[in-house]
């Protein structure tokens, strides 16, 4: 009986080793991905302007695109804190991608230097 008792103690300690191995290379896989880097980092290029852009805009296309460009970013932001898949990942990525370039009209219009809005990326292409 004690022999049980010794198989099923190994059992355990083994499942209880292997969970935290099996699960944490799954998350290390979704956290260094391309999709992920690429979109945390134009939601935070994004941020920038965002955050540190013109406060008080008389021109109302201008006033539009900020709204927008604001709207955006919170959008990614919300979809990378769900994101999990490469193809989540992207969607935030794209979304970014819009408000910077409504960020960039927005520039255009009032006369300043803006960002430049990236290409976007072809699945294709890798």
Not at 8 to 19: F, R
Not at 47 to 65: I, K, Q
Not at 72 to 83: D, E, K, N, Q, Y
């Amino acid at each position: 009986m004690s022999w049980v008792w010794i198989a099923v103690a190994v059992v355990v300690v083994a499942a209880g080793a292997l969970t935290p191995l099996l699960t944490g290379r799954r998350q290390r896989a979704l956290a260094s991905n391309d999709e992920a880097v690429a979109a945390r980092s134009r939601y935070h290029q994004l941020g920038h302007y965002v955050e540190d852009g013109p406060e008080h805009v008389t021109d109302e296309r201008a006033a539009a695109l900020l709204r927008t460009a604001r709207e955006r970013w919170l959008t990614a932001g919300s979809l990378l804190a769900r994101a999990t898949t490469e193809a989540d990942f992207t969607q935030a990525e794209a979304v970014a991608v819009e408000g910077l370039g409504a960020v960039a009209d927005a520039h255009v219009q009032l006369g300043r230097p803006g960002p430049r809005v990236p290409r976007r990326r072809d699945p294709e292409d890798g």
